[in-house]
C-alpha cells in the first residue's frame, strides 16, 4: 500500500490486504478483467452471474489477458512515475508555483490562509494536468479489462471526493511542516516526530470516517460464513470481532478483503466479490490470515517503518534541496525552502525517494504477508489445496501475473508472487502434516 503523493507517503502502512495492488486512485484500492474496450465481462447472464464468474479456472483466453495485463502495469509503473516528474519539473521550472504564491499572498496577508489559498491552486491545477493519465489508468483500462463497474461519472465524482479528502490531510500537513521549516533548525526531526501521532490518528479514523465516504459496510450476517469466521476470530483471541462485507463492486470486479484501524477502529474488511466467487473453506483461509496482520500487529510495523522512511526522507530533503534551490532560484522564482512556492519541489523529491526506497518498504510487506499466510493455514486448519486454490483464484479473478520476473516483484510488489505463495503454504503444510 504505498502511493507517491506526500499524504499516501505519509499513511502508506493504512490497511493489510490479502493480495497486493497497484492502486491507481488515491484512497480506494484500484478497480479489477475482459478483451475488447466493449467488454461483455459485467453483463448478467440469464442465470444471474456474470461472465466475470468464469474467470477460474484459468481459461487459454483470459491467461492472455492476464499476460497483457500484466504487461501493461510493468511499464506504466516506470511511464507513471516519469510523466509525474515532468509535470512537476514543468510546475517549478514555469515559475508558475511562485506565481501561485503570489496570487495567493495578493488575497490575503495571513500566512495560513496563503497556504490554503496556493493549495487551492496547487490542488485544481495538479488534478487537471494529471486528470488524463489517471482517467486512462483508472477507467479506460480498468474497462477494457472488464474490472470497472463504473460510468465515467461515477468515477469522476469518486476522484473529486478523493482529491477533496487528499487536500484537507495536505492542507493539515502542509501548515505544519512550513511552521517547523520556518521557526526550527532541525525541522525534519520535530516533523518526523510529530507524524506518529498524525499517522496513528489517521488510522483510527479510516475504517470509521474515510473508508465509508466510498463504500457501505455492513457487518457480515450470521449465517454458517459469517458464524465460522466469527469462531475463527475467537479461536485466535479476537473477542467480539468486527467483521465486515464491503460492496467492493460498486467500483470493481476484483476480489480482495483487508485488515485495518488501530486500538478500537480494527476491523476485518471482506469484499463482496470475494465473499461470492470463494468457498466457505477459502473464505476461512482468506480471513486467517487477515486475523494474522491483527494478531502480529502488522499495522504497527508499518508506521514504524513509515516513520523511519520519513524521518530519512526529510533529513535528506533538508540537506539536498536548500543547495537546488539556490542554483534554479532565477528560473524557480522563489529562493527559500521555507516558502510554500517550493512544494512541487519537496512532491518530486518524494516521488523520487519514493519509488527508490519501495525495494525496502515492500520487502519488509512481502516478509509480513508470508507471516499471514503462515497464520492463516495454521488457524484456519484448512488444506494446503485449499490454500493454493484461492491464491489461483486470486491471480484469475484479478488477472495478477503469479511469476513475475525477480526484479519486478522486488522492486514492486508488496505481496510476494503468488507462485512462491502457493510453494510456501505448501512446504509449510507438509511440515504441519509430518507433526501430527
Ligand atoms: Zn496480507
Known amino acids: 500500500?504505498?502511493?507517491?503523493?506526500?499524504?499516501?507517503?505519509?499513511?502508506?502502512?493504512?490497511?493489510?490486504?490479502?493480495?497486493?495492488?497497484?492502486?491507481?486512485?488515491?484512497?480506494?484500492?484500484?478497480?479489477?478483467?475482459?478483451?475488447?474496450?466493449?467488454?461483455?465481462?459485467?453483463?448478467?447472464?440469464?442465470?444471474?452471474?456474470?461472465?466475470?464468474?468464469?474467470?477460474?479456472?484459468?481459461?487459454?483466453?483470459?491467461?492472455?489477458?492476464?499476460?497483457?495485463?500484466?504487461?501493461?502495469?510493468?511499464?506504466?509503473?516506470?511511464?507513471?512515475?516519469?510523466?509525474?516528474?515532468?509535470?512537476?519539473?514543468?510546475?517549478?521550472?514555469?515559475?508558475?508555483?511562485?506565481?501561485?504564491?503570489?496570487?495567493?499572498?495578493?488575497?490575503?496577508?495571513?500566512?495560513?490562509?496563503?497556504?490554503?489559498?496556493?493549495?487551492?491552486?496547487?490542488?485544481?491545477?495538479?488534478?487537471?494536468?494529471?486528470?488524463?493519465?489517471?482517467?486512462?489508468?483508472?477507467?479506460?483500462?480498468?474497462?477494457?479489462?472488464?474490472?470497472?463497474?463504473?460510468s465515467s461519472g461515477e468515477w469522476l465524482i469518486e476522484s473529486f471526493k478523493s482529491e477533496a479528502i487528499t487536500f484537507v490531510f495536505l492542507f493539515i500537513i502542509v501548515t505544519i511542516m512550513y511552521k517547523l521549516i520556518n521557526s526550527l533548525k532541525r525541522w525534519w526531526l520535530w516533523f518526523s516526530i510529530g507524524a506518529l501521532p498524525f499517522l496513528v490518528f489517521v488510522m483510527l479514523i479510516y475504517p470509521t470516517l474515510i473508508a465509508p465516504i466510498f463504500n457501505t459496510f455492513k457487518p457480515i450476517e450470521q449465517t454458517k460464513l459469517g458464524q465460522e469466521l466469527t469462531a475463527l476470530a475467537e479461536k485466535a483471541g479476537i473477542h467480539n470481532p468486527d467483521i465486515f462485507e464491503v460492496d467492493a463492486s460498486r467500483q470493481s470486479k476484483k476480489i480482495n478483503a483487508y485488515f485495518s484501524g488501530v486500538f478500537g477502529s480494527k476491523r476485518i474488511v471482506l469484499y463482496d466479490n470475494t465473499i461470492r466467487l470463494f468457498t466457505v473453506d477459502e473464505l476461512k483461509y482468506v480471513m486467517g490470515h487477515e486475523i494474522g496482520h491483527y494478531m502480529m500487529n502488522h499495522m504497527w510495523i508499518g508506521i514504524g517503518l513509515a516513520i523511519v522512511m520519513i524521518l530519512i526522507g526529510f533529513y535528506l530533503m533538508d540537506k539536498i534541496l536548500p543547495g537546488v534551490i539556490r542554483r534554479y532560484s532565477q528560473k524557480f522564482k522563489f529562493d527559500r525552502l521555507g516558502q510554500i512556492a517550493s512544494l512541487p519541489l519537496i512532491m518530486l523529491f518524494i516521488s523520487v525517494f519514493s519509488f527508490v526506497s519501495q525495494p525496502l518498504t515492500n520487502g519488509v510487506s512481502r516478509i509480513m504477508e508470508y507471516d499471514a499466510d503462515e497464520y492463516g493455514l495454521r488457524l484456519s486448519g484448512v488444506d494446503a489445496e485449499t490454500a493454493q486454490v484461492t491464491f489461483e483464484k486470486l491471480s484469475a479473478y484479478n488477472l495478477a501475473d503469479p511469476d513475475p520476473a525477480g526484479i519486478i516483484e522486488f522492486w514492486f510488489y508488496d505481496h510476494p508472487a503468488l507462485n512462491k505463495r502457493i510453494a510456501n503454504v505448501n512446504k509449510l503444510y507438509e511440515e504441519i502434516s509430518k507433526n501430527n
Open 1 to 150: 500500500m504505498i502511493r507517491l503523493s506526500i499524504v499516501c507517503f505519509l499513511l502508506f502502512p493504512i490497511v493489510s490486504c490479502f493480495a497486493g495492488g497497484d492502486n491507481s486512485s488515491s484512497v480506494n484500492n484500484d478497480p479489477v478483467a475482459a478483451l475488447e474496450s466493449n467488454t461483455t465481462a459485467g453483463v448478467l447472464a440469464s442465470d444471474g452471474t456474470s461472465e466475470f464468474d468464469t474467470g477460474y479456472p484459468l481459461s487459454p483466453e483470459r491467461k492472455e489477458l492476464l499476460i497483457s495485463y500484466s504487461r501493461f502495469k510493468n511499464i506504466w509503473r516506470f511511464a507513471r512515475f516519469f510523466i509525474g516528474i515532468i509535470i512537476l519539473l514543468a510546475f517549478l521550472f514555469s515559475g508558475l508555483s511562485a506565481k501561485f504564491e503570489s496570487w495567493a499572498e495578493r488575497i490575503t496577508g495571513k500566512k495560513t490562509a496563503v497556504y490554503l489559498f496556493y493549495l487551492l491552486f496547487y490542488t485544481v491545477f495538479l488534478f487537471v494536468v494529471n486528470l488524463p493519465f489517471d482517467y486512462y489508468r483508472g477507467f479506460i483500462i480498468e474497462h477494457r479489462y472488464g474490472f470497472s463497474n463504473q
